[in-house]
């Protein structure tokens, strides 16, 4: 079965400073791997995904992430945080081994805290 | 596109009451989900549909959580008899029929059963 794993509730980061939210994922195969954002009372917004292709994918906001098949990782970085910034980050995979487009697998999610 | 739309946005009523939530999905999308967020149990999947037949409903609590999609461009949740336990926010998501797809979701409705 599919999994996902955020290991941190929380993050703490200065403005300015780089931030790296992390994610670690479970699947038979190749995954499909997406990272969504939260601001509070809204749904979840798509930031970006790793289908295949570059390990380095960029997405919305200055946001991007490194898929790392050996270590099962697929972590989010930017490397100047905003106040703005703040919110709730969830990390999700989906098993692309099923036919179709089956529900995404979401992580605990990780709240960002940047720090003026 | 005015993206997925879910009403009411704000639910408060008493335990035992029939509650009823709705989503339009984002016009020629080919699936419809539908999960619960809470603190405890953060965002779980209930039921999904492809091309407004159920899928999967494995998620959902119990029988007196009950799904429809009608058409295309509507489905609704139904708690009956909703219970405290049932206070969540509950988001509706769409997507296209592509491994690769993202789900676009809603804004979400945020129920409290007293």
């Known amino acids: 079965a599919q999994s996902v794993a955020q290991p941190e509730d929380q993050v703490n980061v200065a403005e300015g400073n780089p931030l790296t939210v992390k994610c670690t994922y479970s699947?038979?195969?190749?995954?499909?791997l997406f990272w969504y954002v939260q601001y509070p009372n809204r749904g979840l917004q798509f930031l970006l995904k790793?289908?295949?292709?570059?390990?380095l994918v960029k997405g919305s906001y200055g946001f991007e992430a490194e898929f790392n098949k050996s270590q099962t990782s697929f972590h989010l970085k930017k490397p100047s945080a905003l106040v703005s910034d703040s919110a709730l980050y969830f990390c999700?995979?989906?098993?692309?081994?099923?036919?179709?487009?089956?529900?995404?697998?979401f992580g605990k999610g990780t709240r960002l805290s940047v720090i003026a | 596109d005015a993206g997925v739309i879910q009403s009411p946005r704000h639910e408060v009523t008493e335990m035992g009451q029939e509650v009823t939530l709705r989503c339009k999905p984002i016009?020629?999308?080919?699936?419809l989900f539908w999960y619960r967020q809470t603190m405890m149990r953060g965002l779980e999947l209930l039921i999904y549909?492809?091309?407004?037949?159920?899928?999967?409903d494995s998620g959902m609590p119990e029988d007196r959580f009950s799904a429809k999609m009608p058409n295309a461009s509507f489905s609704t949740l139904k708690i009956q008899p909703s219970e405290p336990r049932d206070s969540a926010v509950y988001f509706c998501?769409?997507?296209?029929?592509?491994?690769?797809?993202?789900?676009?979701f809603g804004e979400g409705s945020r129920l409290t059963v007293l």
């Open positions: 998501a769409s997507s296209w029929d592509r491994a690769g797809g993202e789900l676009f």
């Open positions: 016009s020629g999308h080919d699936y």
């Open positions: 790793y289908i295949t292709g570059d390990n």
């Open positions: 699947v038979s195969g190749n995954p499909y």
């Open positions: 549909f492809n091309n407004n037949v159920p899928i999967d």
């Open positions: 999700a995979v989906r098993d692309p081994a099923y036919s179709g487009n089956t529900p995404l697998v």
